[in-house]
């Protein structure tokens, strides 16, 4: 099933990955895509937020995962865009936070497309300058 909903401010965009992030699951899995600049880290914050952690959310580009465990469940938040090769995730251990207690958000996924389980959640967010400069169009697929 896919969705497309339309955010006109990054608050819209923050709103529904809370609503999202209340709705999560213990291993479930979304991957986030989109380009540099399009809201990603809003995103996280605000699914960050639906589990109930209240702690700073950053994105963990030059660390590739950060791990918080205050919320109703763990979350465990890659940003994948400095991994070269799909081989690095297993230096990380991705398969004890893939299939672990926790929920997994996954930015820049595409990048090892071939490791994400196919129940995955899928979002990509989107620009489209002639709609205003904030707006963004967010397609979620869900299996």
């Known amino acids: 099933m896919t969705k497309k909903i339309e955010a006109f401010c990054e608050e819209d ?3 529904l990955a809370e609503k999202l992030g209340r709705k999560a699951c213990k291993g479930d899995i979304y991957c986030l895509d989109g380009d540099l600049g ?3 880290t809003v995103f996280a ?3 960050a937020k639906g589990l109930g ?3 700073t959310v950053s994105s963990p580009t030059f660390t590739i995962l950060k791990e ?3 919320g109703r469940l763990p979350l465990y938040h890659f940003d994948v865009y400095r991994i070269a090769e799909p081989e690095e995730m297993y230096e990380l251990g991705y398969e004890e936070y893939f ?4 929920v997994c958000l996954i930015e820049w996924s595409e990048l090892i497309s071939e490791l994400i389980p196919k129940e995955a959640v899928h979002i990509r967010i989107e620009k489209d300058p002639d ?3 904030n707006y963004r169009s967010i397609i979620i697929e869900e299996k």
């Not at 299939?99 to 926790?102: A, H, Y």
């Open 45 to 47: 914050k605000g699914f």
């Open 68 to 70: 918080y465990y205050e």
């Open 38 to 40: 399009v809201g990603k």
């Open 53 to 55: 952690i209240n702690e």
């Open 99 to 102: 299939f672990g207690e926790g």
């Open 13 to 15: 965009t923050y709103l």
């Open 131 to 133: 709609k205003g400069f």
